[in-house]
């Protein structure tokens, strides 16, 4: 099921508006959470009420949010690298550039009827790498210090060396992804809550120094891949149930948000799976929250992403143990066609991005009328396994644990600034690649990707 790029005029203004430039944001390409309220426990929120933001988490927390609007932003800061010894590239070692990412959050809730909440939420998503455009020279004289076959000097990173490099040419993607969320909240009984969204999406994405991926024969056709900006629309949807228990004191939440199909970047129809289709994951999560006193609360979430069924994320990269036969297609094993399982095919090359599956945990400790104190911590294994780093190295989504803290302090009854703070913590990631030094298969590593990330946030909540 697609759907057509032209989703109403409105929507596709303000989604535009609002999307956010994001690098590799921690579990996968997502945030862990959404507003400083959540972001500072850990990014839980399918059983505790987030205020504004609470369409993000489960249409059915809006319950409790009554009306407010929350608007906030989060400075990000990803430091990131990789590294890649190769006879047929050369020898890299780069830090990707532009290191600090201003990312928006917005969303409000009306109180419609005493037992009927609406509501909505912008959110973002995306990754960001950028790499020059050179080798680092030392290491790559020592490497090739006997020559290699077809280059006179150090190549570049991505580049095919017969390519013309300009002054400051850099190579990476860029994806920026956008969720806006309307929903409703509906209070059956006491005990009960249902709550059911509509997601509108909106990506851009571009690709730039990736002109070797069709001399090398990845593509499924012979088309340079394009460097523009190319943009995609799409739809799907959310429910959520929310239980109260033991005198309100345990919530239990679950939320499902189905797979949003996107229609396909033209532009890119010769780099992502069935012909530049991208769509956004299917994900599902369960949550408890429990106030272990009247002003404390502990939350706990898991979340389950499910990156392997959207082709051109979860299919596998160049089969790496097959590189002496020619084999490079881990799709199409044993034919002679291979066009299927090039980059664009259907069964085409990704980034063999394995389902992911989130635990997050998070305290809130109302200290006084004024303040509030939180804690939480975010823990999800990376969905990239060892052998898929040469792809990888585009999207570096590497970190696993990450500590959050924050707090809140209430101007006035209706006016309440959040503020939360990320550590990621440095996770490096090493394999081989199919280019290992003089274009033999690797036993072991010759390449790694590293992340850690800081972020800084807060969250201007107003009730009505």
Same mark, same amino acid.
């Given at each position: 099921m697609k759907f057509s790029k032209r989703i109403s005029l409105l929507s596709t203004f303000i989604i535009s508006m609002t999307m956010p430039a994001i690098s590799n944001a921690t579990n996968g390409a997502w945030l862990i959470g959404f507003g400083a309220k959540s972001r500072a426990m850990g990014g839980t929120g399918v059983a505790y009420n987030m205020g504004g933001m609470a369409a993000a988490f489960n249409p059915a927390t809006m319950i409790d949010s009554g009306s407010r609007f929350d608007i906030g932003a989060e400075l990000f800061i990803p430091p990131r690298a990789a590294t890649h010894q190769s006879g047929i590239l050369g020898y890299t070692d780069e830090e990707s550039n532009e290191n600090l990412f201003l990312i928006p959050t917005m969303g409000g809730t009306w109180q419609w009827k005493e037992d009927i909440v609406l509501g909505f939420a912008f959110i973002g998503a995306g990754l960001k790498t950028e790499y020059n455009q050179t080798a680092n020279s030392d290491s790559c004289q020592r490497v090739n210090s006997g020559g290699v076959p077809g280059y006179t000097a150090c190549p570049p990173t991505f580049y095919d060396p017969n390519i013309t490099i300009t002054p400051g040419a850099e190579a990476g993607v860029q994806l920026m992804q956008a969720q806006f969320i309307p929903g409703i909240a509906w209070r059956v009984n006491k005990t009960h809550t249902l709550g059911a969204s509509v997601v509108l999406a909106g990506q851009y994405f571009r690709a730039e120094g990736l002109e070797a991926f069709a001399d090398l024969g990845f593509t499924?056709?012979?088309?340079? #891949?394009?460097? &523009? +900006?190319?943009? $995609?629309?799409?739809?799907?949807? /959310?429910? =959520? %149930?929310?239980?109260?228990?033991?005198?309100?004191?345990?919530?239990?939440?679950?939320?499902?948000?189905?797979?949003?199909?996107?229609?396909?970047?033209?532009?890119?129809?010769?780099?992502?799976?069935?012909?530049?289709?991208?769509?956004?994951?299917?994900?599902?999560?369960?949550?408890?929250?429990?106030?272990?006193?009247?002003?404390?609360?502990?939350?706990?979430?898991?979340?389950?992403?499910?990156?392997?069924?959207?082709?051109?994320?979860?299919?596998?990269?160049?089969?790496?143990?097959?590189?002496?036969?020619?084999?490079?297609?881990?799709?199409?094993?044993?034919?002679?066609?291979?066009?299927?399982?090039?980059?664009?095919?259907?069964?085409?090359?990704?980034?063999?991005?394995?389902?992911?599956?989130?635990?997050? #945990?998070?305290? &809130? +400790?109302?200290? $006084?009328?004024?303040?509030?104190? /939180?804690? =939480? %911590?975010?823990?999800?294994?990376?969905?990239?396994?060892?052998?898929?780093?040469?792809?990888?190295?585009?999207?570096?989504?590497?970190?696993?644990?990450?500590?959050?803290?924050?707090?809140?302090?209430?101007?006035?009854?209706?006016?309440?600034?959040?503020?939360?703070?990320?550590?990621?913590?440095?996770?490096?990631?090493?394999?081989?690649?199919?280019?290992?030094?003089?274009?033999?298969?690797?036993?072991?590593?010759?390449?790694?990707?590293?992340?850690?990330?800081?972020?800084?946030?807060?969250?201007?909540?107003?009730?009505?």
């Open positions: 499924s056709g012979t088309e340079t #891949i394009s460097s &523009d +900006w190319d943009h $995609s629309f799409g739809a799907g949807v /959310r429910v =959520g %149930w929310l239980g109260k228990f033991d005198d309100d004191r345990l919530n239990v939440g679950v939320n499902y948000s189905s797979r949003v199909y996107m229609s396909e970047f033209e532009r890119y129809k010769n780099l992502f799976a069935e012909q530049g289709d991208f769509d956004i994951p299917e994900n599902y999560a369960i949550g408890l929250s429990y106030k272990v006193k009247p002003n404390i609360a502990v939350a706990f979430d898991i979340q389950r992403i499910n990156w392997s069924d959207v082709a051109s994320i979860g299919n596998p990269g160049p089969a790496v143990d097959q590189v002496l036969t020619g084999n490079f297609f881990p799709l199409c094993p044993g034919t002679t066609s291979k066009d299927p399982c090039k980059l664009g095919g259907d069964l085409g090359l990704g980034f063999g991005w394995q389902d992911q599956t989130v635990f997050k #945990i998070g305290v &809130d +400790w109302i200290y $006084s009328e004024k303040w509030s104190f /939180r804690g =939480g %911590w975010n823990y999800g294994e990376s969905p990239i396994p060892d052998d898929q780093v040469l792809f990888n190295m585009l999207a570096p989504a590497t970190p696993e644990h990450h500590l959050t803290l924050g707090g809140g302090y209430n101007f006035t009854e209706n006016v309440v600034l959040d503020m939360n703070l990320m550590i990621a913590f440095l996770n490096t990631i090493k394999g081989p690649t199919a280019f290992g030094p003089g274009g033999a298969y690797v036993e072991g590593t010759n390449a790694s990707i590293a992340m850690g990330q800081y972020s800084l946030g807060g969250t201007l909540g107003i009730k009505f």
